[in-house]
């Protein structure tokens, strides 16, 4: 193995949930949803320990992991071929796939598979030279995700880890009650992103919110909560409908 925590965040994609040990706790990866190790929790079949109730929450709150990871839109497949993938998850043959497809022919469809593998391996070639990046020089920083949609991805965009802090403990308060405030609101595009990020994770991925509810939220981050609103729509840490009715983390 080149690199212990590659293999550990690809089964954490796989499993949907990690193993978070300095919480004692299994951890939903798409809703933060936490299973802490030694309690019991009700699932559908009866009850089960964390790890388990972790899995199932998965399921059935997500849809499980595979459809979880591609509705988080970080997949890079063509729309087709994340079609394909789906439908050859759910099990169906080439035939019933082409027909999916609007009657393409087989060919198309053995076409897309090997187009899916040759994917696969490319992603395994990246990981090992990630791996062995990360082993030759192991200061190599990482940077943070944003948004799939996000439509800034270029050097005013990217924040490593470390800067990350550095700027959420330069312009955020933690409160007494564990909510968080803004001490003022920074022009950099770079420290706008951090801050939207972790303002976004006030926000949970399993449920809509009503615009009141979403104002009632920022309105204690900082005081101008409206253009908060705008900023996490516009760089699309937030999601609504047209008649902006229902906001949603994607």
Not at 217 to 242: A, C, G, P, Q
Request: aromatic fraction near 8%; charge should be neutral.
């Amino acid at each position: 193995m080149i690199n212990d925590h590659l293999q550990e965040d690809l089964l954490d994609l796989i499993h949907g949930f990690r193993n978070e040990q300095e919480k004692g706790a299994f951890v939903c990866m798409y809703c933060g949803a936490a299973f802490e190790e030694g309690l019991v929790y009700p699932v559908a079949a009866g009850s089960a320990q964390a790890v388990r109730a972790a899995a199932d929450h998965v399921e059935t709150a997500h849809g499980g992991a595979f459809a979880a990871l591609l509705a988080k839109g970080n997949s890079g497949l063509p729309e087709v071929q994340e079609k394909v993938l789906r439908l050859l998850y759910e099990g169906k043959s080439d035939a019933e796939i082409a027909e999916a497809l609007g009657g393409k022919s087989a060919s198309t469809v053995r076409n897309h598979r090997f187009a899916l593998r040759k994917r696969e391996a490319e992603a395994r070639t990246f990981l090992a030279l990630i791996g062995l990046l990360d082993r030759r020089r192991p200061g190599t920083p990482r940077f943070v995700e944003y948004p799939a949609a996000l439509s800034v991805k270029d050097e005013r965009a990217m924040a490593s880890q470390a800067e990350a802090e550095e700027i959420e403990a330069r312009y955020l308060q933690v409160l007494p009650e564990g909510g968080i405030r803004l001490a003022r609101w920074p022009k950099k595009q770079k420290e706008k992103l951090v801050l939207l990020r972790r303002i976004a994770e006030l926000f949970r991925t399993d449920r809509r919110y009503a615009e009141k509810e979403v104002n009632a939220v920022l309105e204690k981050v900082w005081e101008d909560h409206v253009t908060i609103r705008r900023y996490l729509i516009e760089y699309r840490f937030l999601d609504r409908k047209s008649d902006g009715s229902e906001y949603w983390r994607p």
